[in-house]
Every structure is written in C-alpha cells, then in structure tokens.
C-alpha cells in the first residue's frame, strides 16, 4: 500500500491550501479514510475522516468549519480542503486508511495505519 500526500506549503495566515492523497495498492472504495497532523513536539493528532462512500465527514473541533474532506473514488484520491489557516495549523499532515473498526472510532488515531510520507504545511503570521 502507498498514500502519497501532497500539496503543502509555506503560506500566510488567513490563506488556504488544499492537500492532496493518492493511494495505490488497496481497493480504495473499500476503506474510510482520514486525515491525521502532526506538529514539532506534539503527538500525531485527528483532523478529519470521511467513509467510504463519502458521505459522512468528521472533524477535529480546531478544524471545523475551515477545513473540508472529500475524496474521489475513481481516482482513489482523498482531498483536504484547508481555508482560513491559522499559525496553528502548521504540521506534517498524513493522509491514512482506517484498517480497524471500520464506520466507528472515527477520532481514534490507532484504528487507522498510514504508508508514506506526509505533507509539510506551514501557516506563517
């Protein structure tokens, strides 16, 4: 399996980004997949999650409202749509599979597994 997130830069406050991941290796439609940061210091934390079908979404309460998931099955994409970002935000975002307890647990990062690097995102005031 491989999940290559891309789409991260350097930007302003206020600005916004939109992350991409590609996946390969797994039968996409299959899995409900998430969207984890991690900032320098601090432990790897939820952003969002989306089911297979894309029709519920999930949010961290500090992304709600400016951040958007969606993904494309056809193209076995997953997108994060960041708008309004704040110095906060800044982190290494990683696009993942949620592998256990599929449809619950939605905020629990140890039911999801990632492969491949993530994406730097920096927020600058």
């Known amino acids: 399996v491989q999940l290559q997130a891309s789409g991260g830069g350097l930007v302003q406050a206020g600005d916004s980004l939109r992350l991409s991941c590609a996946a390969s290796?797994?039968?996409?439609?299959?899995?409900?997949m998430g969207w984890f940061r991690q900032a320098p210091g601090k432990e790897r934390g939820f952003v969002a999650a989306?089911?297979?079908?894309?029709?519920?979404?999930y949010y961290a309460d500090s992304v709600k409202g400016r951040f958007t998931i969606s993904r494309d099955n056809a193209k076995n994409a997953v997108y994060l749509q960041m708008n309004s970002l704040k110095p906060e935000d800044t982190a290494v975002y990683y696009c993942?599979?949620?592998?256990?307890?599929?449809?619950?647990?939605?905020?629990?990062?140890?039911?999801?597994?990632?492969w491949g690097q993530g994406t730097q995102v920096t927020v600058s005031s």
């Open positions: 290796g797994l039968t996409f439609v299959n899995y409900d």
């Open positions: 993942e599979v949620k592998t256990r307890f599929p449809g619950t647990n939605w905020y629990n990062e140890h039911t999801y597994t990632y």
């Open positions: 989306i089911s297979r079908s894309g029709g519920s979404t």
